[in-house]
C-alpha cells in the first residue's frame, strides 16, 4: 500500500503540471489537459500490462495531436475536434490490436538514431512552443509562426515571466 500511495503521489506530483502544459500548448485550454491525463489514466489502468506501468500525457503526442487538431479545425472548422478525436480514437484501436497481436517486440528494429532523432525534434519542439509563455506571450501550436514571432517578444518581454522561468529552470539544474 505504501508503494502504490508514493508511486501515485508520485505521478500526480509530475503529470498535474504536464497535463496542464500540454493542453495549453495544444491550443485547447488547460482543461483539456486534465482531462486528457485522466482518461488516459483510467484506461492505462484498465487495459495496462504491468503493475508498476504510470501512464500519462507525453510530449511527443501533444506535438501529433497539436498539428492534427490544427489541420483538421482548418479543414473543418466545425466539426474538427469531432474528427480529431475519431483520429485519437483510431490510433488507440490500432495501438490495441498492435499489442493483442503481440507486436511491441519488434520496436527494437527501429534504429536508435531514428528514435533518438524523433525524440531530439519533439524536444526542440516543445522548447521552441514554449519559449513565448516565458517571455510573457501568449503560445503558439505553430512552430514557423513562434520563431518569426520571437524577435519581438525578445524585445518586449515581460522581465517578471523572465525571472520566474529562469529562477524555475535554476531550482530544477541545481
Same mark, same amino acid.
Given at each position: 500500500?505504501?508503494?502504490?500511495?508514493?508511486?501515485?503521489?508520485?505521478?500526480?506530483?509530475?503529470?498535474?503540471?504536464?497535463?496542464? %502544459?500540454?493542453?495549453?500548448? !495544444?491550443?485547447?485550454?488547460?482543461? %483539456?489537459?486534465?482531462?486528457?491525463?485522466?482518461? $488516459?489514466?483510467?484506461?492505462?489502468?484498465?487495459?495496462?500490462?504491468?503493475?508498476?506501468?504510470?501512464?500519462?500525457?507525453?510530449?511527443? #503526442?501533444? $506535438?501529433?495531436?497539436?498539428?492534427?487538431?490544427?489541420?483538421?479545425?482548418?479543414?473543418? *472548422?466545425?466539426?474538427?475536434?469531432?474528427?480529431?478525436?475519431?483520429?485519437?480514437?483510431?490510433?488507440?484501436?490500432?495501438?490495441?490490436?498492435?499489442?493483442?497481436?503481440?507486436?511491441?517486440?519488434?520496436?527494437?528494429?527501429? *534504429?536508435?538514431?531514428?528514435? !533518438?532523432?524523433? #525524440?531530439?525534434?519533439?524536444? $526542440?519542439?516543445?522548447? $521552441?512552443?514554449?519559449?513565448?509563455?516565458?517571455?510573457?506571450?501568449?503560445? !503558439?501550436?505553430?512552430?514557423? #509562426? /513562434?520563431?518569426?514571432?520571437?524577435?519581438?517578444?525578445?524585445?518586449?518581454?515581460?522581465? /517578471?515571466?523572465?525571472?520566474?522561468?529562469?529562477?524555475?529552470?535554476?531550482?530544477?539544474?541545481?
Amino acid at each position: 500500500m505504501r508503494g502504490n500511495l508514493f508511486g501515485g503521489l508520485t505521478a500526480a506530483v509530475i503529470a498535474l503540471p504536464l497535463a496542464l %502544459a500540454f493542453g495549453i500548448s !495544444s491550443g485547447l485550454g488547460p482543461l %483539456a489537459g486534465l482531462y486528457g491525463a485522466a482518461i $488516459v489514466g483510467i484506461f492505462a489502468a484498465i487495459f495496462g500490462g504491468t503493475a508498476a506501468q504510470i501512464s500519462g500525457p507525453t510530449g511527443p #503526442m501533444t $506535438v501529433v495531436m497539436t498539428g492534427i487538431i490544427a489541420q483538421f479545425l482548418t479543414y473543418y *472548422p466545425d466539426n474538427g475536434l469531432a474528427l480529431a478525436f475519431t483520429a485519437v480514437m483510431l490510433a488507440g484501436c490500432i495501438q490495441m490490436a498492435m499489442g493483442a497481436l503481440k507486436l511491441g517486440k519488434y520496436i527494437i528494429m527501429v *534504429p536508435y538514431p531514428v528514435i !533518438s532523432g524523433f #525524440m531530439s525534434g519533439i524536444g $526542440v519542439i516543445i522548447i $521552441v512552443l514554449q519559449l513565448a509563455p516565458l517571455l510573457g506571450h501568449s503560445a !503558439s501550436g505553430n512552430v514557423p #509562426m /513562434a520563431l518569426l514571432a520571437l524577435p519581438g517578444q525578445i524585445t518586449n518581454m515581460s522581465m /517578471a515571466n523572465a525571472l520566474m522561468g529562469v529562477l524555475t529552470l535554476l531550482l530544477l539544474i541545481f
